[in-house]
């Protein structure tokens, strides 16, 4: 009878072996690419760097180094069409993303792309946004930068790392219509491949602000090189010490810029699943957690189907806006 028992038991145990070893993905990640749509320096460099090349190697779920390739052009859109046209079904890629992207595929800048075009793996945090000034711009706070747009626009130069009608651009016209701004076409907003040279810029003294994001800034602003005139956040940024919102000095504006990534088109489900999974790993790891405390990052978490649906409703938001800023793109 214990033979029986025992017997049972050993087939038992193997049927469940058997079960659980079919429900993971057999896909293991081999040498792992993170694709930075811009120069060294900028937000999405900073996401392949520290979320996906520093957290997931931590956690194990990428074996050696994960090799990051800064592609930048076209506000994301060189390295969009190069995924789309020579990456599709690599296993062993993923590219960091943003709001950015969600504002250029909603004014069509990626032409005859779509989002369509890509897997959405997930967000892992947002990034807010920040304008910024020179350690001695005459500008002290937010109120005399909008009062310099008032008077003529051409002669106040903003640097951001987005292209033109990208989300840093997108930001400062927002702030200048909320302070009665009326010639937006005319700000003189001066575009660069990354967060980090619009910065140079500033700090060289050849623009007079700088729009970008929370972690961008960081660097600069502990070496004591800028001052943050405002926070586009609904509250103060702990890792900006005392740094004013924009709607404490009277401009109701929250810019807020996910973070995250998308993989290409044609790779194998186990792939994506696996992908998926891992973006979201990071998301719910202390290890991240403390790294967006760090850097000014807020929690902000969306994968999957979920994340395709917000990013869908977002881009259709988006449009609107552009449309009424008159960016939309024919």
Known sequence: MKEKVSSLFKVALTLLVLTVHFSFSDFKPGRVTCIAPAS??????????????????????ISGTMKVVNMAGGGGGIAFAHVVNKQKGDDNLIVAASQATAVRLAQNAYPGFNAGDVNWLGAIGADYGVIAVAKDSPYKKLGDFINALKRNPRNVKVSGG???????HLK??????????????????????SGGNALIELIGGR??????????????LDAGAIRILAVLSPE???????AN??????????GANWRGFYAPSGISKDALKYWSDAVEEVANSKE???????????PFKSFGSQFESFLSGQINEIKQISADLGLLKK
Do not use: H
């Open 162 to 168: 987005s292209a033109a009608g990208g989300w840093d």
């Open 245 to 254: 919102t924009a709607k404490e000095q009277g401009y109701d504006v929250i």
């Open 236 to 242: 103060r940024v702990a890792r900006l010490g005392n």
């Open 207 to 220: 623009v007079n602000a700088f729009t970008g994001d929370t972690s961008e800034v960081l660097g600069q």
């Open 172 to 193: 400062v016209l927002l702030l200048a219509k909320k302070g009665g701004v009326k010639d937006l076409e005319k700000v003189n907003y001066v575009s660069f491949n």
């Open 40 to 61: 060294p320096g900028g937000g999405w460099d900073f996401t392949c760097r520290t979320p996906a090349a520093n957290v997931m190697k931590k956690l194990k779920l």
């Open 288 to 298: 991240w957690e403390n790294l967006m405390a760090k850097n000014g990052l807020a």
